[in-house]
């Protein structure tokens, strides 16, 4: 029974696996903008980034 | 198919209380212990001459009534004597009880009881060998090794029904437990003989069974000496399992992993001190399915942070995807050491991106202390493998066969610690730990 089980677990990992490469799944973290102006192309400076700036300081020992 | 012939009964009195006493063992008995005083009977005799009159202080009910019969081995057997015997370990005693069973054709076989576990038992014709085997004293019959697991010196505490030898209470054997789960071979020596025994283990569930006894069998109590452990055949047929599966992920990984990533874009920049200045890409197709798109950024940054966000902006919908990435890397000299963390380089995986055309608003922005400015290429990469989901995978295939030997281990471990030789994974005891007898 147990060897059944780890049969369909198993399986059922490597099929994931395999779709997860197939479509290209990531754990990155994204969002999404819709309808971006094409004036960005001109004017980069003008598009809003969720994303702003680190500057954090990592190093030293 | 012919039913078995219905088992002899002789029917007696007791000459010390008057009850009656039914005798089924015939010429194989040698004593009857009274049900209703106790009194132990000889049965060579025809008058049932009194032996002993027993105030035995204890009174045992027996799980499995005398005259009781079953089936065991598809042959007709019969209830016909009951004992409790002990053993005290660190002045504690621990009780099992045997029942005596008999098939006038088949001869006698026993049926033990500790706490919820049965063994089915026969006396074995012949000597075991006792021999050494990688520093171990273990027992050998029927071409299986046996492990010593238990010494002890058990007393018999309670009797009831006929036994073909002569019954004494509070008689004292030395045991000597082998174990091979299923099996236990046991030698209980006196001064004049050993005899040796062979146990299977039994569930109650079968015992009840065998039977035909009503309600539910007492439930098993902890790890007994020969019970066969759920986890040990489980064990080594996921690992066979996981070898399987391991071979598939690796044939995946290698589908995956030989063809090169299809390049997209790369870019090369340098960036000032401070500087923040937003740029677009030129633009780029993105062909074939729905795949992830990898975003490689690799710097000569030192001793300083760069941060870059992008937006990977689909030209004909309008819609971009949002990320963001750091690359810091420090460096020195400490006490006469060097050392560094961090990393010049980093990449990431944009998830299912669907064929078009592209491009990508980067804001980079490196630290104003920086001390020089940073060059850097971005390089884009299609249908790029995750080695990441493969680590994961390899990982939760690894999960049940650990989890079971694990467990398998644990049931071990749980076993020995009921043998004289409490220890890891059930250290069985070293040769020179006991000494070897004659018999």
């Given at each position: 029974?147990?060897?059944?089980?780890?049969?369909?677990?198993?399986?059922?990992?490597?099929?994931?696996?395999?779709?997860?490469?197939?479509?290209?799944?990531?754990?990155?973290?994204?969002?999404?903008?819709?309808?971006?102006?094409?004036?960005?192309?001109?004017?980069?400076?003008?598009?809003?980034?969720?994303?702003?700036?680190?500057?954090?300081?990592?190093?030293?020992? | 198919?012919?039913?078995?012939?219905?088992?002899?009964?002789?029917?007696?009195?007791?000459?010390?209380?008057?009850?009656?006493?039914?005798?089924?063992?015939?010429?194989?008995?040698?004593?009857?212990?009274?049900?209703?005083?106790?009194?132990?009977?000889?049965?060579?005799?025809?008058?049932?001459?009194?032996?002993?009159?027993?105030?035995?202080?204890?009174?045992?009910?027996?799980?499995?009534?005398?005259?009781?019969r079953g089936r065991v081995g598809g042959?007709?057997?019969?209830?016909?004597?009951?004992?409790?015997?002990?053993?005290?370990?660190?002045?504690?005693?621990?009780?099992?009880?045997?029942?005596?069973?008999?098939?006038?054709?088949?001869?006698?076989?026993?049926?033990?009881?500790?706490?919820?576990?049965?063994?089915?038992?026969?006396?074995?014709?012949?000597?075991?060998?006792?021999?050494?085997?990688?520093?171990?004293?273990?027992?050998?019959?029927?071409?299986?090794?046996?492990?010593?697991?238990?010494?002890?010196?058990?007393?018999?505490?309670?009797?009831?029904?006929?036994?073909?030898?002569?019954?004494?209470?509070?008689d004292r054997v030395e045991v000597r437990?082998?174990?091979?789960?299923?099996?236990?071979?046991?030698?209980?020596?006196?001064?004049?003989?050993?005899?040796?025994s062979l146990g299977d283990y039994v569930?109650?569930?079968?015992?009840?069974?065998?039977?035909?006894?009503?309600?539910?069998?007492?439930?098993?109590?902890?790890?007994?000496?020969?019970?066969?452990?759920?986890?040990?055949?489980?064990?080594?047929?996921?690992?066979?399992?996981?070898?399987?599966?391991?071979?598939?992920?690796?044939?995946?990984?290698?589908?995956?992993?030989?063809?090169?990533?299809?390049?997209?874009?790369?870019?090369?920049?340098?960036?000032?001190?401070?500087?923040?200045?937003?740029?677009?890409?030129?633009?780029?197709?993105?062909?074939?399915?729905?795949?992830?798109?990898?975003?490689?950024?690799?710097?000569?940054?030192?001793?300083?942070?760069?941060?870059?966000?992008?937006?990977?902006?689909?030209?004909?919908?309008?819609?971009?995807?949002?990320?963001?990435?750091?690359?810091?890397?420090?460096?020195?000299?400490?006490?006469?050491?060097?050392?560094?963390?961090?990393?010049?380089?980093?990449?990431?995986?944009?998830?299912?991106?669907?064929?078009?055309?592209?491009?990508?608003?980067?804001?980079?922005?490196?630290?104003?202390?920086?001390?020089?400015?940073?060059?850097?290429?971005?390089?884009?990469?299609?249908?790029?493998?995750?080695?990441?989901?493969?680590?994961?995978?390899?990982?939760?295939?690894?999960?049940?066969?650990?989890?079971?030997?694990?467990?398998?281990?644990?049931?071990?471990?749980?076993?020995?610690?009921?043998?004289?030789?409490?220890?890891?994974?059930?250290?069985?005891?070293?040769?020179?730990?006991?000494?070897?007898?004659?018999?």
């Amino acid at each position: 029974m147990r060897h059944l089980a780890y049969v369909v677990y198993g399986s059922a990992l490597l099929a994931l696996l395999a779709v997860a490469e197939y479509r290209g799944w990531s754990l990155l973290r994204t969002s999404e903008t819709r309808n971006v102006p094409r004036s960005v192309r001109d004017n980069p400076g003008a598009y809003r980034s969720p994303y702003v700036g680190g500057g954090r300081y990592l190093g030293g020992k | 198919m012919v039913a078995a012939p219905p088992l002899p009964v002789r029917a007696l009195s007791c000459p010390h209380c008057g009850a009656a006493i039914e005798q089924r063992g015939f010429d194989h008995t040698r004593n009857v212990v009274c049900a209703s005083c106790l009194s132990v009977l000889d049965a060579t005799d025809p008058g049932l001459r009194v032996l002993r009159t027993f105030a035995q202080g204890l009174r045992v009910q027996p799980l499995i009534p005398l005259g009781t019969r079953g089936r065991v081995g598809g042959a007709p057997y019969e209830v016909i004597g009951f004992q409790q015997r002990s053993i005290a370990v660190d002045d504690e005693r621990y009780a099992w009880r045997e029942y005596l069973l008999f098939n006038p054709y088949r001869g006698f076989l026993y049926l033990t009881e500790y706490d919820g576990h049965w063994n089915l038992v026969r006396t074995v014709r012949g000597l075991p060998e006792r021999r050494q085997e990688r520093g171990r004293l273990t027992a050998r019959w029927g071409g299986e090794s046996y492990r010593l697991f238990q010494t002890s010196e058990a007393s018999t505490d309670f009797v009831l029904g006929e036994f073909p030898w002569e019954v004494r209470l509070n008689d004292r054997v030395e045991v000597r437990d082998f174990i091979a789960p299923p099996r236990l071979l046991s030698a209980e020596s006196t001064e004049d003989e050993t005899t040796w025994s062979l146990g299977d283990y039994v569930t109650g569930a079968w015992v009840w069974e065998a039977f035909g006894l009503p309600g539910q069998p007492p439930s098993a109590t902890g790890v007994f000496a020969n019970q066969p452990s759920p986890y040990a055949a489980a064990r080594a047929g996921l690992w066979r399992l996981f070898a399987v599966f391991v071979l598939a992920l690796l044939a995946m990984a290698a589908v995956r992993f030989a063809p090169t990533p299809a390049l997209v874009l790369r870019e090369s920049r340098q960036l000032a001190p401070g500087a923040a200045e937003p740029y677009v890409t030129e633009s780029f197709a993105v062909e074939g399915r729905r795949a992830a798109l990898e975003v490689e950024i690799r710097s000569d940054v030192s001793n300083s942070w760069m941060f870059v966000s992008f937006a990977l902006v689909n030209e004909a919908t309008g819609r971009a995807v949002d990320f963001a990435r750091e690359v810091s890397y420090y460096e020195g000299v400490e006490g006469g050491e060097r050392w560094h963390e961090g990393s010049r380089d980093d990449r990431v995986r944009v998830p299912s991106v669907p064929a078009g055309r592209y491009y990508m608003r980067v804001a980079p922005e490196l630290a104003p202390d920086a001390a020089r400015p940073v060059s850097y290429v971005l390089t884009l990469r299609r249908d790029v493998p995750s080695g990441g989901f493969f680590f994961a995978a390899f990982l939760l295939l690894l999960v049940p066969p650990v989890w079971v030997t694990t467990r398998a281990s644990a049931f071990e471990s749980t076993r020995w610690m009921e043998s004289d030789f409490a220890g890891p994974t059930g250290s069985a005891p070293r040769a020179d730990d006991e000494e070897e007898d004659d018999s």
